[in-house]
T-cell receptor, first 114, second 119 residues
Framework: AQSVTQLDSHVSVSEGTPVLLRCNYS??????LFWYVQHPNKGLQLLLK??????LVKGINGFEAEFKKSETSFHLTKPSAHMSDAAEYFC????????????FGAGTRLFVKA | DAGVIQSPRHEVTEMGQEVTLRCKPI?????LFWYRQTMMRGLELLIY????????DSGMPEDRFSAKMPNASFSTLKIQPSEPRDSAVYFC?????????????????FGEGSRLTVL
């Protein structure tokens, strides 16, 4: 069975401090992994994706994520949070075996304090 | 490039009325997805199409919901009759699927959503 677990429903950081949003996945096959961001009253926007090339993936707005197969993790990080990063973040798994199964995590709400 | 276009952006209707949500996917994409988002249940996949054919509609809540994709550039999600519990934001997403294999599954591109309120 395939699943995605975002380990924190809420994360609060101060502006200028590092961000860590955690994601673990379970998949019988090599998946593609994505992080999406959703700002209030907006659609979901792709931050970055892993599709079996480099394990450290760089995305937009200074975010990056590292694929660790041994830990089945795909945590999202950013060295320095900005107020505009406050949003909901979704970790997503998509199978590569054919078909279209796409599994979303429950989301992590990021709060950034001034 | 135009992204995924959804209409209407907001809809307020009364219980029992028919609601039709529309989606225009990105040109050239061959997969289309309908999602529903609520505070209580998060993001739920309702149905997805590949090459205009419904592949999995197991997420459709009940017979009141139906979705069609008559051609590659248009899809509708219809609720008839609508109920207050259908109030949610409905998202359409499209993707380019190039077959099985690592790196061939494209990401989803989402529209801005249609916020439905059923009174």
């Amino acid at each position: 069975a395939q699943s995605v677990t975002q380990l924190d429903s809420h994360v609060s950081v101060s502006e200028g401090t590092p961000v860590l949003l955690r994601c673990n996945y379970s998949s019988s096959y090599s998946p593609s992994l994505f992080w999406y961001v959703q700002h209030p009253n907006k659609g979901l926007q792709l931050l970055l994706k892993y599709t079996s090339a480099a394990t450290l993936v760089k995305g937009i707005n200074g975010f990056e994520a590292e694929f660790k197969k041994s830990e089945t993790s795909f945590h999202l990080t950013k060295p320095s949070a900005h107020m505009s990063d406050a949003a909901e973040y979704f970790c997503v798994v998509r199978l590569n075996t054919g078909g279209f199964k796409t599994i979303f995590g429950a989301g992590t709400r990021l709060f950034v304090k001034a | 490039d135009a992204g995924v276009i959804q209409s209407p952006r907001h809809e307020v209707t009364e219980m029992g009325q028919e609601v039709t949500l529309r989606c225009k996917p990105i040109s050239g994409h061959n997969s289309l997805f309908w999602y529903r988002q609520t505070m209580m249940r998060g993001l739920e996949l309702l149905i997805y199409f590949n090459n205009n054919v419904p592949i999995d509609d197991s997420g459709m809540p009940e017979d009141r919901f139906s979705a069609k994709m008559p051609n590659a550039s248009f899809s509708t999600l219809k609720i008839q009759p609508s109920e207050p519990r259908d109030s949610a934001v409905y998202f359409c997403a499209s993707s380019l699927y190039r077959g099985a294999g690592i790196g061939r599954t494209g990401e989803l591109f989402f529209g801005e959503g249609s916020r439905l309120t059923v009174l």
